[in-house]
C-alpha cells in the first residue's frame, strides 16, 4: 500500500511556516532606518523632510514585497520614490530615492497586508529651495 502524500506534505508545509522564525537575533536596525518584523515594520509611522531619503532594512527572516500602497495593495504613486515592488531578502537594504513632494504616504507589503507604514513629509521653509539640508 503506497504512502498517501499528505503524509509527506502537511509536515513540508509546516516547516516552511515556522522554521524561518529559528535561528538567532538578527541585527538591530540603525537608528533612523526602518525594519521589518514578520508582518509588520518596526514603526507605523514616519517623518521625513522634503528632499530626504528612506532607509528601509529587512532584519527579518521573511521576504517581503515593498512597495507604495495600503493594506497588501501595491498601487503607483509618482510622488513615493520608490519605483515598482522590491522584493526584500532577510537583511537586504534598500534606501528609496528623495521624498520631493509633501504629504501623506504609505508603503505596503504585498505578502503581509498588515505591513502598511505611513510616511509623512514635511515641507522645508520657504527659502530652503525643497531642502532640509
Ligand atoms: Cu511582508
Redo the contacts with the bound molecule.
Keep these: 500500500m503506497p504512502i498517501p502524500r499528505i503524509l509527506f506534505c502537511v509536515p513540508l508545509l509546516a516547516l516552511g511556516l515556522f522554521l524561518p522564525a529559528l535561528g538567532p537575533d538578527l541585527a538591530t536596525p540603525a537608528a533612523g532606518t526602518v525594519g521589518?518584523a514578520h508582518?509588520v515594520f518596526t514603526t507605523e509611522t514616519l517623518t521625513v523632510h522634503q528632499g530626504a531619503t528612506l532607509t528601509l532594512v529587512n532584519n527579518s527572516r521573511?521576504?517581503?514585497?515593498?512597495g507604495p500602497g495600503r493594506d497588501g495593495k501595491l498601487t503607483d504613486n509618482a510622488a513615493v520614490p520608490l519605483a515598482g515592488r522590491r522584493l526584500m531578502q532577510t537583511n537586504d537594504v534598500e534606501t528609496t530615492g528623495k521624498w520631493n513632494t509633501p504629504g501623506t504616504y504609505y508603503l505596503t507589503?504585498s505578502?503581509?497586508p498588515e505591513?502598511t507604514v505611513k510616511v509623512i513629509v514635511t515641507e522645508c521653509g520657504c527659502c530652503s529651495n525643497g531642502s532640509c539640508q
Design positions: 521589518m508582518e521573511w521576504m517581503h514585497t515593498i507589503c505578502v503581509h505591513m
